[in-house]
């Protein structure tokens, strides 16, 4: 059965010459019919080299905006139209421009899980790839860093020279891991690595011996000579790692690491969503050129600051 619907799928996509991209959070199911997976960073730079007439995102909504204001001439699609993200979701222009406006001086810093309407505000966007190496490289060491307050204590820390103030934002999944889960995965696995990604809070950054994206976490553990790793991130990616590497052992740092956004998209959605490219029932992110225009500024300056 699933086989068969990935077989319509890639004959479907040959058809409509359509491009399917997979956030590594995506079912193994969806990453095997995928033309490119991985991390933010990765699906939205690589989104560019395609000379296709369609994009369909696996992924959240912002990953979807991303790619729509990368290839404007383009047709891009959301596979499951109610795939939102949590953290991008928690603000908004309104709140940013009156912060703005007392902190004129600081160079606003946007991680990508923000809204489009959001990034307009914003000087430069970063992911959790790049984050460090972009503020960095950021002339000005006065930065306003939002949403992700746990992402932004982790840039601070690497980056001591900078002034960068932080918001109470981020991602509910991540934050939710306490240091008491860390210290209780560490003494079940002595032997294992605790990977983790940024978006948790710095407690439990502190006890892990990788930080980083999804895609790092991945190469990490794939590289490592280790034989067990403890995984910090949406519980995706331990199965995956499972499956690519099932010499190793990887065990799961919280059963709460459940992305319910990244979860909802299915196969069957992606099948639909070629169906319907052309008979306007599947999900089209719709742009104006004002608001491509504008939101476009920062994820440029990313991919200059971080390529
Ligand atoms: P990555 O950029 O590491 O893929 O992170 C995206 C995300 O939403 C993690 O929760
Ligand atoms: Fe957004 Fe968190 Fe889900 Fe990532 S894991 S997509 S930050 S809600």
Do not use: W
């Amino acid at each position: 059965m699933i086989k068969d619907i990935q077989e319509q799928i890639i004959k479907l996509k040959k058809e409509k010459n359509a491009v399917i991209l997979a956030h590594s959070y995506q079912s193994h199911e969806i990453l095997e019919v995928a033309d490119e997976t991985g991390d933010s960073y990765a699906l939205s730079v690589a989104a560019k080299k395609y000379d296709c007439d369609s994009f369909i995102m696996c992924g959240v909504h912002f990953m979807a905006e991303t790619v729509k204001m990368l290839s404007p001439h383009k047709r891009v699609f959301l596979a499951n139209s109610q795939a939102g993200c949590a953290m991008a979701d928690q603000m908004d222009k309104e709140l940013i421009i009156p912060i703005k406006e007392r902190e004129p001086d600081r160079t606003v810093v946007a991680y990508i899980n923000t809204t489009a309407d959001l990034k307009t505000v914003c000087d430069v966007c970063v992911t959790s790839s790049t984050a460090v190496e972009i503020c960095k490289k950021i002339k000005n060491n006065k930065i306003l860093f939002i949403p992700d307050c746990n992402l932004g204590a982790f840039v601070k820390k690497q980056l001591p020279e900078k002034d960068i103030m932080l918001l109470k934002g981020g991602c509910p999944i991540h934050a939710a891991v306490t240091r008491e889960e860390a210290e209780q995965a560490k003494k079940l696995h002595p032997n294992a690595p605790l990977l983790v990604h940024p978006e948790c809070r710095p407690e439990v950054c502190e006890l892990a011996d990788y930080v980083g994206s999804t895609s790092g976490i991945m190469n990490y553990a794939k590289s490592s000579d280790e034989k067990e790793f403890i995984i910090g991130t949406e519980i995706s990616i331990t199965q995956h790692l499972q499956f690519d590497c099932p010499e190793k052992d990887f065990y799961d740092l919280s059963k709460g690491l459940i992305c319910p956004n990244m979860r909802i998209t299915t196969l069957t959605d992606v099948y639909k969503t070629l169906l319907g490219l052309d008979n306007g029932k599947a999900f089209e992110i719709k742009m104006s050129d004002e608001l491509i225009k504008k939101a476009r500024v920062c994820i440029d300056e990313m991919i200059k600051l971080g390529g």
